[in-house]
């Protein structure tokens, strides 16, 4: 069965503090699930990855797992993934994602999630895809990080046109369709869950 999107998802490896975030990840996984969508992820069990993975598996979406050779050594694969892609280095692992994916969410995560975004960012604003961007804000997790990058205007190092790349959003139900819509493609129920 092909999916009806393909939606990359960036998030830590770990659950957090706050139980919002297990829930947001959860959240995130049901709704691929529901609308026929496919999750990309780097193939972790872990954490708030392996939420969304297990998710989107019991609400009846793919997902495609990737990860580095490096990891799966050292026990963090998710064998339960529709695909496990095993690769050699992180490079590899993000480029694939990239490719896999129509649009990207970043939900609460450490210095992995704020690199994987980043680059993704970087590589819209310089044109190397079109693709749209989320960072669901869950529980204020991204508050001072969106102050930080508003000062980053003031300061004249980003344009507004830049912020703009970036569709935020607190609410997983309401930023995730607009991202499948952003990117031209549809998010329908599946009929049994109608």
């Not at 919002?20 to 972790?44: N, S």
């Not at 708030?48 to 799966?72: C, E, F, K, N, Y």
């Not at 690199?115 to 669901?136: A, M, S």
């Not at 819509?181 to 109608?194: E, F, K, N, T, Y």
Request: overall charge negative; aromatic content about 8%.
């Amino acid at each position: 069965m092909n999916p009806n999107f393909s939606l990359c998802v960036y998030c830590g490896s770990r659950p957090g503090s706050q139980p919002a975030y297990a829930q947001a990840a959860q959240a995130v996984g049901e709704w691929i699930g529901r609308h026929g969508g496919q999750l990309v992820y780097g193939g972790g069990k872990g954490g708030l990855m392996g939420i969304v993975a297990s998710a989107t598996l019991s609400a009846g979406g793919r997902v495609v797992g990737i990860i580095p050779q490096a990891l799966v050594d050292a026990e963090a694969a998710n064998h339960d993934c529709t695909e496990l892609h095993i690769v050699d280095t992180m490079h590899e692992r993000k480029r694939m994602m990239a490719e896999r994916a129509d649009a990207f969410i970043a939900l609460p995560g450490g210095i992995g999630t704020f690199e994987e975004l980043f680059e993704v960012w970087t590589w819209r604003q310089l044109g190397y895809h079109d693709k749209p961007i989320g960072l669901l804000n869950v529980d204020h997790y991204y508050d001072r990080l969106l102050e930080f990058l508003e000062s980053t205007v003031q300061q004249q190092f980003l344009g507004d046109w830049q912020m703009k790349l970036i569709r935020t959003g607190t609410d997983a139900l309401q930023l995730l369709p607009e991202l499948v819509q952003a990117a031209g493609l549809s998010a329908a129920p599946r009929l049994a869950d109608i």
